[in-house]
């Protein structure tokens, strides 16, 4: 299975440079739909994205029809306030192919007609009734971590790799 984040017409740089260095990490490959609501240049996209940009696989797409015309197959889930099942609810090991969790812009969201199409693939994370959403980012990060979690952190490192797993036995000396 091969794990897609679809951010449609996302506005907020930091954002999406926070997003797309959550992909870099957890191996995901990441989908743009525009119009953006900045340049991939801004400063404020580099500074969250960091030095991990260069290693994130992602494309950007003119409009939601040609992304689906490039993507036909897979799994959509479609991240919303109005969806009645949380990430939890959902069986992602069964997913052979590519796994897509949409999410739309920080403003409006995902448009309801492609919300209707699939509100039995639409998901609500919990939370307190009288708030309307959580931050993107913090949105896209829940949502990937109950896929990675259901299917076993596939191809990801429990281990410490750059400073070694056994930092803190010598620190502690």
Not at 31 to 56: N, T, V, W
């Amino acid at each position: 299975m091969r794990l897609n984040v679809v951010l449609y017409e996302p506005e907020i740089p930091q954002n999406t440079g926070n997003i797309m260095r959550t992909c870099t990490v957890w191996n995901a490959r990441l989908h743009l739909i525009e119009p953006l609501g900045f340049s991939l240049d801004e400063k404020h996209l580099r500074r969250a994205g960091m030095d991990y940009i260069g290693s994130l696989d992602y494309t950007v797409y003119p409009d939601w029809q040609t992304f689906l015309q490039k993507n036909p197959d897979g799994e959509f889930y479609y991240a919303t306030r109005y969806g009645h099942k949380a990430p939890d609810a959902f069986d992602y090991t069964g997913a052979d192919g590519e796994l897509y969790l949409v999410f739309g812009k920080e403003s409006t969201g995902i448009p309801k007609d492609i919300l209707r199409e699939h509100i039995d693939r639409c998901i609500r994370i919990p939370m307190r009734g009288e708030f309307r959403s959580l931050n993107l980012s913090n949105c896209v990060a829940v949502c990937m971590y109950e896929v990675l979690r259901q299917t076993g952190y596939t191809d990801l490192s429990r281990e410490e790799q750059i400073k070694g797993s056994h930092v803190l036995d010598q620190a502690i000396k």
